[in-house]
């Protein structure tokens, strides 16, 4: 049982939770001013992780045919048979109930709308077969997080009114997606282009796909700049933490610049932009508590 629960965790990629968790609390963060409380944070992280869950479980599913083709993913669960096609639906529709469930005990727009990024994570798999912008939908998964935990809290999105700056970091994060998707698809570049997988890679070749993830990621962090500049006036924490940023991303594009191995893209891929998404996270808390602190030294 616990080694089935093993394999069950590692098919999952529960780890890459982290890459969108954090943009969550976040948005959530943002709109409380401060910490939530503690049945929105656990909400939050029982969403996120189920509507995470049966996306990557969607995606091995969907993509079961090629994994098996690709000698890279050979050795995935499916197409090795550690786990069968029925327990991947299983995984799917647990995961998904736990999302849906979780949305609807926050509050009544959170469930209106989380068919949508389910729908979204549903659709972006067969994107690959069809069109570059695939990476970009994959962000746009990735992007509604920081306005979904905005919604946790409030109950109201408004994008031209006070929920303008989760919005704003949405649309970043959809950036800073499809630039590291673009730079993991490098690794599978002779394969994509042999089996006509629609990676910007194997349509554009190395050199473009590394120039397009860069632009990407400048964009992602211009974005953050603007919104962190024009709508949340940063004091010393976030100030450090945007230059911290800055300085991963260009960490993560110089780590490709040397080479384009499974080894190097995994750091760029995963280390580096876990960091980047947590340490976003922290720097903003830090930021607010020393507002709070310096409010409550005042009085």
Do not use: C
């Not at 992007?143 to 919005?167: E, H, R, Y």
């Not at 632009?215 to 006036?233: A, C, D, K, Q, R």
């Not at 808390?285 to 507002?291: Q, V």
């Amino acid at each position: 049982m616990i080694k089935k629960l093993k394999i069950i965790m590692d098919f999952i990629k529960i780890e890459h939770t982290l890459f969108a968790l954090p943009f969550a609390y976040l948005g959530a963060f943002l709109a409380k001013g401060g910490l939530i409380d503690l049945r929105s944070f656990i909400l939050i992280a029982t969403a996120f992780t189920g509507l995470r869950t049966a996306a990557m479980t969607f995606n091995r599913i969907i993509d079961r045919e090629i994994d098996a083709l690709n000698p890279r993913t050979a050795n995935r669960h499916l197409p090795r048979g550690l786990i069968t096609l029925k327990e991947a639906y299983a995984i799917a529709g647990i995961a998904l109930t736990i999302y849906f469930i979780s949305a609807y005990l926050t509050n009544d727009l959170a469930f209106k709308l989380s068919p949508i990024p389910a729908i979204t994570a549903y659709i972006y798999p067969y994107l690959k077969r069809f069109t570059t912008l695939s990476h970009y939908v994959l962000g746009l998964n990735l992007g509604f997080a920081p306005m979904a935990g905005w919604i946790v809290v409030k109950n109201s999105f408004d994008i031209f009114g006070d929920a303008k700056l989760p919005f704003l970091i949405g649309i970043a994060v959809i950036f800073w997606v499809a630039g590291f998707d673009m730079i993991y698809a490098l690794q599978d570049y002779d394969f994509d282009r042999k089996y006509n997988i629609y990676s910007f890679p194997a349509r554009y070749g190395l050199r473009a796909a590394k120039v397009m993830a860069l632009t990407n990621h400048m964009i992602f962090y211009g974005i953050l700049l603007y919104s962190f500049t024009y709508l949340y006036v940063p004091k010393i924490f976030l100030k450090v933490g945007l230059v911290i940023i800055l300085f991963l991303i260009l960490v993560q594009h110089y780590i490709i610049r040397q080479g384009s191995d499974e080894k190097r893209i995994q750091i760029a891929f995963y280390n580096v932009n876990a960091v980047l998404s947590s340490a976003l996270l922290i720097f903003t808390f830090f930021d607010y508590s020393s507002i709070a602190f310096f409010i409550a030294f005042s009085t």
